[in-house]
Nanobody
């Protein structure tokens, strides 16, 4: 059974940092690319960052480029999103995603709130 469990969200002041994690199980982690997405209240879910199965190719939305860093640890079956220089507009629920065959799998999300 595929499982993705996000953690590490919380409340942080503008300019602060957080690292969210996505720990997975139930599939061959090292075979797959992963993405981080976010959804703010009243808005659609949007792409944040992605990483290929080797960890060598990463992509970022322009809104987070230079502030966020995606990484993975194939030994721990985990994907991370380091978020620096956080802004109030980064407030959202953050989700990790993996596509296995024709199925898209999401975690339950972790809330990140950026506020004074």
């Amino acid at each position: 059974q595929v499982q993705l469990v996000e953690s590490g969200g919380g409340l942080v002041q503008p300019g602060g940092s957080l690292r969210v994690a996505c720990v997975t199980s139930g599939f061959r982690f090292s075979w797959y690319d992963f993405g981080w997405y976010r959804q703010a209240p009243g808005k659609e879910r949007e792409f944040v960052a992605s990483i290929d199965n080797s960890g060598s190719i990463t992509k970022y939305d322009d809104s987070v480029k230079g502030r966020f860093t995606i990484s993975r640890d194939n030994a721990k079956n985990a994907v991370y999103l380091q978020m620096d220089s956080l802004k109030p507009e980064d407030t959202a629920v953050y989700f990790c995603r993996v596509v296995i065959g024709v199925m898209t799998h999401w975690g339950q999300g972790t809330q990140v709130t950026v506020s004074p």
